[in-house]
């Protein structure tokens, strides 16, 4: 049974951080045979694509909203993938989440396998 663990979420202030990570088992192929992604969803909108890694962690890509000031990054070794947030903003308040697809990485949510259960950002002004 695929499980996806979101953690690090959190209330911070404008202009602080905060890392979030995302822990992978039970996986039908190795988590290194997966592209990672991370998307926000606040109330009343979308689920939104925030950025999403390759497997190897040699591409990335971003949301223009988040470019700068987030990082997504991934430990094969550990089955996880982070999301480290910096310079953040009111608007950022979300709950987040992370997904897994096979193939490479994608924008769209419609495209990813697995989803975890999502945890709470919440920035002040």
């Known amino acids: 049974q695929v499980q996806l663990v979101e953690s690090g979420g959190g209330l911070v202030q404008a202009g602080g951080s905060l890392r979030l990570s995302c822990a992978a088992s039970?996986?039908?192929?190795?988590?290194?045979?997966?592209?990672m992604g991370w998307f926000c969803q606040a109330p009343g909108k979308e689920r939104e694509f925030v950025a999403a890694?390759?497997?190897?962690?040699?591409?990335?890509t971003y949301a223009d909203s988040v470019k700068g000031r987030f990082t997504i990054s991934r430990d094969n070794a550990k089955n996880t993938v982070y999301l480290q947030m910096n310079s953040l903003k009111p608007e950022d308040t979300a709950v987040y989440y992370c997904?897994?697809?096979?193939?490479?990485?994608?924008?769209?949510?419609?495209?990813?396998?697995?989803w975890g259960q999502g945890t709470q950002v919440t920035v002040s002004s």
């Open positions: 997904a897994a697809k096979r193939g490479g990485g994608a924008r769209s949510r419609d495209e990813y396998d697995y």
């Open positions: 890694i390759s497997w190897s962690g040699g591409s990335t």
């Open positions: 039970g996986m039908p192929f190795t988590f290194s045979g997966y592209a």
